[in-house]
T-cell receptor, first 112, second 112 residues
Framework: EDQVTQSPEALRLQEGESSSLNCSYT??????LFWYRQDPGKGPEFLFT???AGEEKEKERLKATLTKKESFLHITAPKPEDSATYLC?????????????FGTGTRLLVSP | DTGVSQDPRHKITKRGQNVTFRCDPI?????LYWYRQTLGQGPEFLTY????????KSRLLSDRFSAERPKGSFSTLEIQRTEQGDSAMYLC??????????FGPGTRLTVL
């Protein structure tokens, strides 16, 4: 069964204090790994898609990387507006409809 | 470019009542997904449409749940005889091909 584990569950940072979020996965053939940001009471907002080990993608203060077993979301010099829950999801290549299997997320709080 | 829209945003109902939610996907997106999210958890897959055909249903989708996508445009999710355990955020996502899924704002259901 496809599975995603995210750590830590919660992370508190000071503004400007860089850190990384981890997403470990087991999947029967990875088609894609996705990162989303979710604010309270809202739907997930797409950030990145990674397809193969060694791939990296960047957007503003965020950088996502992928290995064969895990993905990291690096946050450089975070600002209070980066506070949100970050969700990781995998898509298996053996399903025809490509459902996403999500982890439980990392709740990030950035204090000024 | 309008994103995925969902209506209503909030629904409070009494146990045993029927409820219906609507999702309007991004224009020209042929794939539409329904997910359910409870507090502190990641979204869980419920069902998938490619155009008007419902191609996959999760075991989470009991026979009290039914979804339609007439003419391959908007979709509805109906829950009959609601139970307190149905209280959750119901999320709709759409996409093209098998790639990135874009989520709507969700419908929060509270069953009293």
């Amino acid at each position: 069964e496809d599975q995603v584990t995210q750590s830590p569950e919660a992370l508190r940072l000071q503004e400007g204090e860089s850190s990384s979020l981890n997403c470990s996965y087991t999947v029967s053939g990875l088609r894609g790994l996705f990162w989303y940001r979710q604010d309270p009471g809202k739907g997930p907002e797409f950030l990145f898609t990674l397809y193969s080990a060694g791939e990296e993608k960047e957007k503003e203060r965020l950088k996502a990387t992928l290995t064969k077993k895990e993905s990291f979301l690096h946050i450089t010099a975070p600002k209070p507006e980066d506070s949100a829950t970050y969700l990781c999801a995998v898509q298996a290549s053996n399903t025809g409809f490509q459902k996403l299997v999500f982890g439980t997320g990392t709740r990030l709080l950035v204090s000024p | 470019d309008t994103g995925v829209s969902q209506d209503p945003r909030h629904k409070i109902t009494k146990r045993g009542q029927n409820v219906t939610f609507r999702c309007d996907p991004i224009s020209e997106h042929n794939r539409l997904y329904w997910y359910r999210q409870t507090l502190g958890q990641g979204p869980e897959f419920l069902t998938y449409f490619q155009n008007e055909a419902q191609l996959e249903k999760s075991r989470l989708l009991s026979d009290r749940f039914s979804a339609e996508r007439p003419k391959g445009s908007f979709s509805t999710l109906e829950i009959q005889r609601t139970e307190q355990g149905d209280s959750a955020m119901y999320l709709c996502a759409s996409g093209v091909g098998g790639d990135t899924q874009y989520f709507g704002p969700g419908t929060r259901l509270t069953v009293l």
